[in-house]
DNA sequence: TTGTGCATGTGGGATATGCAACGGAAAGGG
DNA sequence: CCCTTTCCGTTGCATATCCCACATGCACAA
């Protein structure tokens, strides 16, 4: 259960009053629960929807050889479940893994499309909520595909620069995750990542220093 | 303006009735247009959403070069705008390209965040109707980063069929585009593309025919 | 301190993939 | 009907990418 204060931040209850967030909870059979770092938040089983609401959590696809691969980076307002993520292809499977202590409330999405009679103000501005995060989350996925959908590892590479860079509004940026994640992020290969890490800094596209980047030009 | 049956087809306008329907167009400066074969439907250079409610349209990616690159499919039900599709790296342009003679309603996309006192209702079940097209359209885009996750041609092809066998709930499926458009979804070249279909017909993975595949075992 | 684990760099060799090109089949338009 | 365009199928060749291996540094715990 969320404190007041906690709850002006939340993503999910946004313009919703203390009181009425409370009669959600009950009404939507909604669960929160807070997780600790590596910990499993959802495996895909049920029918829930999840909305995280505050640390950091990915999506993972493990496939048959037990190789793993980030699909999603989810932060505060990221969302998933079932019904958002198709369930990978037989063999596969996918599970939300916590990576920074995470508060997550899970919600019965059926519900969502389900007109309750007492509740329906409350209700409309829950959806209303909802469809914001989801739009995100097929805007970020966009980009995600705008990214992988390139042909080579150097425009990959340029691309996801550019997308952060725009995030950051500057052409110095900081890398979300390690050097390693990245290569797994753009689904290539680590030690080639590096050598076309490499010759963009060499023919100055680039400077780094850890994880902290420049676009030069 | 759609007819009444027209209207019951709706994915946006489900559950809306007529009358209904007409205020809504109003309240939310909703235009609709029709669109035949390769008319430019959006350029994402309005805030405005646009919904697909009949026919097959493609949102393509144009790179410095000049090179296409289709992004999505986007048919009955499907939505597309600015604060859906993250604009691409400053260089590229983003488009809409009707495919088969398209009905398009556009709406303003702040309008669906904004409360409006007399039309409550009406608003709320739009509001529900989009979530669920954003819902889908996250759904779409996660079996897209499925398909693009993977490390080599192979491993796309075979992702990409068991999603469509998985979809057509058969091992027999057709494909919803040409091989060379097939090649451009899975971002890899044709030749080497076909090049790797020959070699799962011949160990007997796939059967093919036309469009038509089968998988094997 | 030493040791263990993880992230970062770098390189050699094998190969999957990209590129350019061609011919024929099929489809669509006048 | 013919003509044009697109799609299909294939090949030779260059190379980008993958896979494996190793060395370094850094953090953290024993």
Do not use: W
Request: with cysteine; charged share 25%.
């Amino acid at each position: 259960m969320l404190s007041e204060q906690e709850l002006e931040k939340s993503p999910l209850f946004h313009d919703i009053n203390y009181q009425d967030y409370r009669e959600i909870l009950t009404c939507f059979q909604a669960v929160q629960r807070v997780f600790r770092a590596d910990e499993l938040i959802y495996d895909f089983s049920s029918d829930a929807v999840g909305v995280v609401e505050r640390g950091q959590a990915s999506l993972i696809r493990i496939d048959e050889e037990g190789v793993a691969t980030v699909l999603e980076d989810l932060g505060a307002g990221g969302v998933f479940g079932k019904s958002l993520a198709f369930a990978g292809s037989t063999g596969d499977s996918l599970e939300v893994i916590c990576r920074h202590s995470c508060d997550v409330v899970f919600l019965d999405y059926s519900h969502i499309f389900t007109l309750c009679g007492n509740a329906c103000h409350r209700h409309s501005v829950l959806v209303q909520n909802m469809l914001r995060l989801v739009a995100d989350k097929a805007q970020a996925l966009s980009r995600r595909v705008d990214v992988l959908s390139r042909r080579s590892i150097r425009e990959k590479l340029l691309c996801y620069f550019r997308q952060l860079s725009q995030q950051a509004d500057s052409r110095t940026f900081t890398l979300p995750f390690s050097l390693s994640t990245l290569a797994d992020y753009i689904a290539t290969d680590r030690s080639a990542m590096m050598r076309e890490l490499k010759r963009l800094r060499e023919e100055g596209v680039v400077r780094s220093d850890g994880r902290q980047f420049t676009l030069r030009q």
